[in-house]
């Protein structure tokens, strides 16, 4: 690969400094964050998106909100922290790693209020900084096991972006990708351009073009005759949050790609930190599914495509079932099913509903 993956966001210190994804890929422009609203709407605006971008950005959210509070006393402490969080798990329902990565900030507050703001800051600033480093190891790690189960000359889809900028490095399904042809195996990528936002278009063709993966993009409704005519060895996805059971909320358009891969042969298979896996949730259906702006259907980018008064849904996220799944990447390893069995045996101790004090 001649060129490393892209970075989504830095952190400063004193803000977070995001390259902000509505721009791509004609612009590359970044914005420094120094609140917690600022955070709160570059998340809400997609500007930074992607489930583990997400969580770590809401990460340094909290840091920020804290710096900017006058609070001193442990109460008013907490109760900055916990303001701080109430804003940010109000931008995006779906995504798993949101309110898990607000769960261990409000853990870590709990546990340093105490010792005064200079101490909260920083026992919250390394928490912040721990949880980038975890994801970034996950991401090397699941782009491994992902990329040994890749023929050594093979042809994948991926739908919306699960790349670099949806994480902390390398991506999930889209650093699969990496890794197989950092090991030297052969890899043609069929990017679906993931109306309504494009993101496959704009962000998955624009990240792997960047760094020399030979891309080709298709609409949407291309995939199913690409399968036809084509000989595609796997899908690749990210996810949102994976239920107890193995369901899998991701970009609007994953169920039809799973369904497609079924009838034509092709393993799907699903790349997720474990932080994605929400074990309270034991099926699908009870995931919160983000409902967004028709206006992003009837209008996208502001350019209308159809009549004003037309009512439009737009769903940001759609549920694939366990049964259409081949096997779930993470960074502890591949899951096969029964998933129902085997995810609550791969998941670290504090992801199981007994760990922390949950919302979302
Ligand atoms: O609405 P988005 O762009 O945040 O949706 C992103 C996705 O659906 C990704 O596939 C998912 O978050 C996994 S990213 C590693």
Known sequence: MP?????????????????????????????????????????????????????????????LGLRR??????????????????????????ARNLFWALE????????HADEGKVSLL?????????IWEEESLACRRM??????????????????????????????????????????????????????????????????????????????NAAAFVMARQRVDAVLVGADRIARNGDVANKIGTYNLALLAREHGVPFYVVAPTSTFDLAVTRGEEIPIEERDPREVTQPFG?????????????????TPASLIRAIVTERGVIYPPFEENIPRMMPAAASPEGPSRQG
């Open 3 to 63: 060129r490393k993956p892209v970075r989504p966001m830095y952190w400063l210190g004193d803000a977070l400094l995001i390259l902000d994804q509505t721009r791509l890929p004609t612009s590359i422009v970044y914005r420094e964050l120094r609140t917690v609203q600022g955070v709160a709407e570059a998340i809400r605006t997609l500007r930074v998106r992607g489930a583990p971008a997400i969580g770590i950005a809401a990460a340094y959210g909290v840091v």
């Open 69 to 94: 509070s006058a609070s001193q006393t442990r109460s008013s402490l907490i109760q900055a922290v916990e303001e701080a969080a109430a804003e940010l798990s109000s931008t995006r329902p779906t």
């Open 104 to 111: 261990r900030m409000r853990a870590t507050a709990a546990k």
């Open 122 to 130: 920083r026992a919250l600033e390394t928490e912040a900084n721990r």
């Open 143 to 220: 782009a491994e096991h992902g990329a040994a189960l890749l023929p050594e000359e093979c042809t994948v889809i991926t739908h919306c972006n699960a790349g670099a900028l949806a994480t902390a490095e390398l991506g999930t399904a889209v650093g699969v990708i990496y890794a197989a042809i950092q090991a030297g195996k052969r890899v043609r990528v069929f990017v679906d351009e993931t109306r309504p936002l494009l993101q496959g278009a704009r962000l998955t063709a624009w990240e792997l073009t960047r760094a020399g993966v030979e891309v080709t993009l298709i609409c949407d």
């Open 303 to 319: 350019f209308p495509i159809a009549p004003p008064a037309v009512r439009a849904y737009n769903p940001a996220f759609d549920v």
